[in-house]
């Protein structure tokens, strides 16, 4: 079901200070940031790590999923997102399966779509990403 890991997302407080650690300390280079509004406001910088992707998410408004988690789990680690070829089959099979998604469509990302697992669900918090076109 899986071709491989897509992106880890850790969630932060202060995205610049963050991005300077990944670029100093790492040698990471920015691939692209950008502000994503919505039910989901927040302050998104990606770094390619070989194959994979690194997302830093800082929220931008006191309500939603990564404000909730970063008020309650503070910085680090968010979720792990696994690269899939259908979206739409994928949800319905890990719904087959007993694995219950967050979303009953996938939600626009960078270059992709995505759905949230459901966390009781699951051993660590997951989604699932397909690429689009852009």
């Known amino acids: 079901m899986f071709k491989g890991i897509h992106h ?26 950008d502000q994503i509004s919505g039910a989901f406001s927040m302050d998104v910088a990606l770094y390619h790590a070989g194959d994979n992707i690194v997302e830093l998410i800082k929220p931008t408004t006191e309500e939603g999923w990564t404000y909730e988690y970063l ?51 699951t051993i660590v918090p997951m989604q699932i990403v397909e690429e689009t076109d852009g």
């Open 71 to 121: 008020q309650e789990n503070g910085e680090g680690f968010f979720h792990v997102a696994f690269e899939v070829d259908d979206i739409r089959e994928s949800m319905a099979e890990l719904e087959r399966r007993g694995i219950r998604v967050e979303d009953d469509e996938p939600q626009e990302g960078f270059a992709w779509e995505v759905v949230t697992l459901n966390d009781e669900d």
């Open 8 to 33: 880890l997302a850790f969630v932060v407080e202060d995205i610049e200070r963050s991005m300077q650690r990944f670029e100093d300390n790492f040698d990471m280079e920015l691939v692209t940031r």
